[in-house]
């Protein structure tokens, strides 16, 4: 009988059984969250309100994204059809692979990146062309437009980037589009907020320009999994057709517009993001710390040999934070995502005296 069981046992098909496989460091996670780059407080209060006035009979309905992707389309300056919204950044990813890569496709990435991009790729026949950025971790731009092949048929694009900070201009971004019509190039905006540079005034504009964004970052709704895509009516057709009707639930969708209209909530997170990362640079500097220039709610700071016993002995302290090391070109380096000034107080507190502990134990 267990002969017959193993006999009859389903073989994935190839590409998955050599697919990267990503385990996200979860669990324990009951300390000051820097780890994940998430809001680090709450979402909008009028989120909440919206949250509990949510009836037992609406989730007897399927969801209906239709009005709410109007309404984002409206916010966002761009026609309902040019926009998706998803189950997080991660499915647009998703989707939008499944949809244009195929056997000899290339995907164009400049690395160290976000890894999901990779995890996506690999699921498709297509094959990954990283870009390897100078240890400035600045957006290689150069090296990236030197890359382009006629088989290029997407570059994505985190910008600002993670786990560096860095930004690609939006000369670069159009001057990447104009090199590679042939291919679609994925803007990812997950961290839009904190720098306020974006090029979603150009959908539809350039006609191989992708944008995402999503709501697990600055609006605080990472649990909820939302996100967006949008691009031009023909190219988003096709996204829809491999995505999921449903995949957006009721509650993200009814959480959706009242996260928007608190503009006044999120200006407030974001200006305290960005007074904490500046103090934090301060107080990084002040240690002799290496880090590189961020534009969104993360710094990256090189540890060096130590990285591992770093995080521990941070996590011990009550503080998440990321080690990066196995990321291309970033070995000893470690992400730390910015919260709220009080919080970054508490952080600096901790760094400061793991640095000071390490030292010594040298
Ligand atoms: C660049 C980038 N894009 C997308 C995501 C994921 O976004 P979502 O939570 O909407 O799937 C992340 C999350 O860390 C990210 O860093």
Redesign the pocket.
Known sequence: MADAVKTLSPTPRARVQAMMEYHPPLGCRDALRLD??ENTVACSPKVREVLGSISAGALTRYPEREPVEAIVAAHLGVEAAQVALTN????A?HVLFEAFLEEGDELLLPVP??T?YEVYLSATDARAVPVLAADDLQFPFERLLAAITPRTKIIAI?NP??PSGSIATREQLLEIARSAPQAIVLV?E??FHFCGETVMDLVGVVPNLVV?R????AYGL?GL???LLAGPVELMRWVRRVLSPYSVNSLALACLPPALEDTAYLDWYVGEVLAARSDFEAALDALGVRRWPSRANFILVDIGAQHAEFVRRMQAAGVLVRDRSKDPGCDGRVRITIGTQEQMRHAAVAFRETMAALRAAE
């Open positions: 994940f780059n997080g950044v991660d499915e990813i990146t976000y999901m985190a980037n993670s990812d997950a961290y995402a999503t709501f697990s970052k990472a999994r939302l996100g």
